[in-house]
């Protein structure tokens, strides 16, 4: 039954992360970017960070966020990666409709991802951040 299932690549849709400065703190804005030209619609985005900090497993609360529609060339604010969980592996799981068909994917920020020496300019928002597609 799985096999007669067809799961379509994802293309043109991605998650970033903006560093954003605050009183001498860095706080990462993760967004999700949609390149289309075209909009996506039902987007549900499930969150979740885990991973070792000293020796300790680290696993925090799963939060799932809905959008309506993300219109072509934007992005959604989806939340900030509290400064406690830089150094884990922050995880995006997004699902979505392009017209009628269902695409989701996993998208995950490393331990070692967000780190000013991996900016780039990001599409769509202009900025300079940590772009995965």
């Known amino acids: 039954m799985k096999d007669d299932i067809e799961f379509p ?4 849709v991605g998650v ?3 560093p954003k400065e605050d009183m001498g703190q860095t706080y990462w804005h993760v967004h999700l970017i949609n390149t289309r030209e075209t909009p996506i619609t039902n987007v549900l985005v499930s969150t979740r960070g ?3 900090r000293q020796d300790e497993e680290v696993r925090t609360s799963e939060l799932r966020h809905y959008f309506e529609t993300i219109d072509g060339k934007s992005a959604q604010a989806i939340e900030v990666i509290p400064n406690d ?3 884990l592996s922050n995880q995006y799981w997004v699902s979505f409709y392009i017209d009628r ?3 989701d994917k996993k ?3 490393l331990p070692d991802t967000l780190l000013d020496k991996n900016l780039t300019k990001v599409p769509v928002l202009d900025q300079d ?3 995965i597609l």
């Open 85 to 87: 969980l830089i150094g």
């Open 129 to 131: 951040g940590i772009l």
């Open 9 to 12: 690549e994802v293309n043109q």
């Open 16 to 18: 970033c992360a903006i």
């Open 50 to 52: 885990y991973g070792k």
């Open 107 to 109: 998208f995950v920020f």
């Open 101 to 103: 068909k269902i695409f």
